[in-house]
């Protein structure tokens, strides 16, 4: 494999960084998860904004232009021989001292991994997933805004620790308000009498992509859906459930907590919007 460091591709065993540098000692940085479908890398833009301003809002200057980084993305997915693929693209604030300051820290470290990735197992569309709210609470937008799509992972990382003890695939964390707020790699829909219903991105959530997308996609098909805070009692009498990712798309949750959603199947709204997000990938990668 060849991966994209700070401007050049190098075989994956040259492909290092330092340990001084700053993602590694503090997780000091962003990312980004990117999917191509085809060959095409799906809303690339949407990520790349979403890069730019998790950057500028930890006062990080990528050291490169967007067109420069669509290009490296797309280099990366060809020198792989890559059609299929998830790629990974992350800037840290680079080497420094040992110290929090971040003067002193002239040269970022962009790096972009790529993996072939053709999505989850068909089955688990039509299985459903578990998922479980956990006890972890979503770090407030008062301490970190939740739109910075940062390095450190370890709120969703000891969430999801929790979710596995529960025997779930994916966490559903709550805002410290006690309102639902996102998975710790996803966000999520609930639909009751017809109606689709997600967490606003002011309850301190990630404003993900595919989230973005359904939305769109919703408002496009008439399908009725409200963006408001709603505490976790609703997401047990939801008549469906389903969480959205980059690698997940859309993903029928079909117990939360154990307990059955619904009839414990996925869905007709939610197995539309998974239809209508898999046409929209078909017409963007076409
Ligand atoms: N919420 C969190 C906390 C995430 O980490 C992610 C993706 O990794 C998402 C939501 C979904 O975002 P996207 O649809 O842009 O992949």
Redesign the pocket.
Known sequence: MFFFMSGSLVPQDQAKVSVLDRGFLYGDGVF??LRAYSGAIFHCN??LD?LFHSAEAIYLQIPFTRDYLIEALYKTLEANGLKDAYLRLSVTRGVSEPGLDIEGCPSPTVTIIAKGFSGYPEGLYKTGIGAAVVNTR?IPASALN?AV?SLN?LN?IMARVEAKRLNAAEAIMLNMEGYVA??????IFIVKDGVVKTPLLSVG?????????VIKLACKNNIPLTEQPFYPEELYSADECFV?????EVMPVTSITDTPVGNGQPGVITRKMFELFRECIRNKAA
Do not use: A, C, M, Q
Not at 182 to 187: A, Q, R
Not at 244 to 248: A, F, K
């Open positions: 980004e998860t949407d990520h979403r979503r939740p799509k992972f969703n996102e998975g710790t790699v996803s966000n959530i990630l404003n993900g992509v595919t989230r973005s997308v959205t990712s980059t690698l997940y």
